[in-house]
């Protein structure tokens, strides 16, 4: 699913770890993905609010860190592994909104990971 989106995103946030490396905080990561997304000429809105509605009353907001050619939706942390919590956020997020693919990358110590999300 999305196969070259997603190849493109996964090889700017490689480049983001190749330029900064190792030791910073989650929004500095975003920062150096939100510039090479530029670069690549990626279309996607960062920090993109999505309400939550509950009987069409809005009950809660989510911000997702991207939403990259209105298809695929990128959570970035900063973590020694993929963690349960961080999944069931991008399922939330990709259900909130009717998205189909999620993509969660970690910055490691030893590089970049990435997992494939589906709803």
Known sequence: ???DLTYDIIGASIEVFKQLGYGYREKMYQRG?????RERKLSFIME???KIFYKEKVIGKYF??????DK?????KV????YTKDIKQVLSYLKA?????GLLIIF???????????N
């Open 108 to 118: 490691t110590q030893e590089g970049v990971k990435h997992k494939r999300i589906i």
């Open 97 to 101: 909104n009717n998205y189909r693919l």
């Open 79 to 82: 973590a020694k592994d993929f």
């Open 64 to 69: 997702l860190d991207f939403v990259v050619g």
């Open 48 to 50: 993109c609010p999505v």
């Open 1 to 3: 699913m999305y196969e």
């Open 33 to 37: 993905i939100a510039e090479e997304f």
């Open 72 to 76: 695929v939706v990128v959570e970035v």
